[in-house]
């Protein structure tokens, strides 16, 4: 990584590999409880030292979170990882990275969209094709619902 910048790394295969600072402030950008926004860095400093007692300042995620320092301590990272409920090795391994990448999306959409466990329970005890079904209307909603906003985009007038 060079200096400020959070974008994924390239390796000689041509596979992204997401920096410290893209995974540090995904977690931030997302991992947040229903019903309010990301926590704020003072939050995050008091939340890991009660849950920790290590005392990380918030100029520390600051600069983790914009790549202005990027060699924390092992300490650092455990407590941040304790944090955000991942494991630590989704700071170094890029495998474990996109598995939680791929977990924290899932939730995220539940959380914004309403999806309750109930909901959840009641759609696991359909059968695996009703499973389908509900599966493929949501998609094709989806799609639809794409194609009426490239309509109403196509369709406005340019000033």
């Known amino acids: 990584m060079v200096g400020g910048d959070t974008t994924p790394e390239r390796r000689d295969d041509a596979v992204a590999v997401p920096s410290l600072a893209h995974k540090v402030d995904y977690l931030f950008r997302r991992m947040h409880p229903d019903g309010r926004g990301p926590y704020s860095l003072q939050e995050a400093t008091v939340a890991i030292e009660e849950l920790t007692g290590e005392k990380v300042s918030h100029n520390t995620l600051w600069k983790l979170r914009t790549g202005k320092h990027d060699n924390p301590t092992k300490r650092v990272l455990e407590a941040l990882a304790t944090f955000f409920g991942v494991p630590p090795s989704y700071f170094f391994d890029d495998e474990v990275f996109r598995a939680v990448e791929e977990q924290i999306e899932l939730l995220t959409v539940l959380r914004d969209t309403g999806v309750r466990s109930a909901h959840l329970r009641n759609f696991l005890r359909l ?28 369709s406005s007038p340019s000033n």
Do not use: C, F, K
Not at 138 to 150: C, V
């Open 127 to 154: 059968s695996p094709e009703a499973q389908q079904m509900v599966g493929e209307l949501i998609e094709s909603t989806a799609r639809l619902e794409q194609r009426s906003r490239q309509n109403d985009t196509d």
